[in-house]
């Protein structure tokens, strides 16, 4: 059983920066997507990678902002946020997957395993 704790986030205000970080333990952990959901919203991608890196997606709200990255030697997936918005103010979610995928999983019912979710709280 994949386990999943991820860590980064916390308050920051508009035009800020946060780097979120989930390590995977148990077994191996493929295809890895961030998700995220703000009150009264819906749960969203907000970025996936394929298990080697070559392949990223992004929500279309943080493209240019927003990088997804993975470390295997670490297995740890990372967001790198940069240019922080109100609108940004969520629980983020790690996920995996326990198969490899060609491509960027963006639908959230492919992940088999989830973290508990990190706060991120941006001021204006």
């Known amino acids: 059983q994949v386990q999943l704790v991820e860590s980064g986030g916390g308050l920051v205000q508009a035009g800020g920066s946060l780097r979120l970080s989930c390590q995977a333990s148990?077994?191996?952990?493929?295809?890895m997507g961030w998700f995220r959901q703000a009150p009264r919203k819906e749960h969203e991608l907000v970025a996936a990678?394929?298990?080697?890196?070559?392949?990223?997606i992004y929500a279309d709200s943080v493209k240019g902002r927003f990088t997804i990255s993975r470390d295997h030697a670490k297995n740890t997936v990372y967001l790198q946020m940069n240019g922080l918005k109100p609108e940004d103010t969520a629980v983020y979610y790690c996920?995996?997957?326990?198969?490899?995928?060609?491509?960027?999983?963006?639908?959230?019912?492919?992940?088999?395993?989830w973290g508990q979710g990190t706060q991120v709280t941006v001021s204006s």
């Open positions: 996920a995996a997957g326990s198969r490899p995928t060609p491509q960027p999983m963006g639908d959230k019912s492919l992940y088999d395993y």
């Open positions: 990678i394929t298990w080697n890196g070559v392949s990223r």
């Open positions: 148990g077994g191996p952990s493929y295809g």
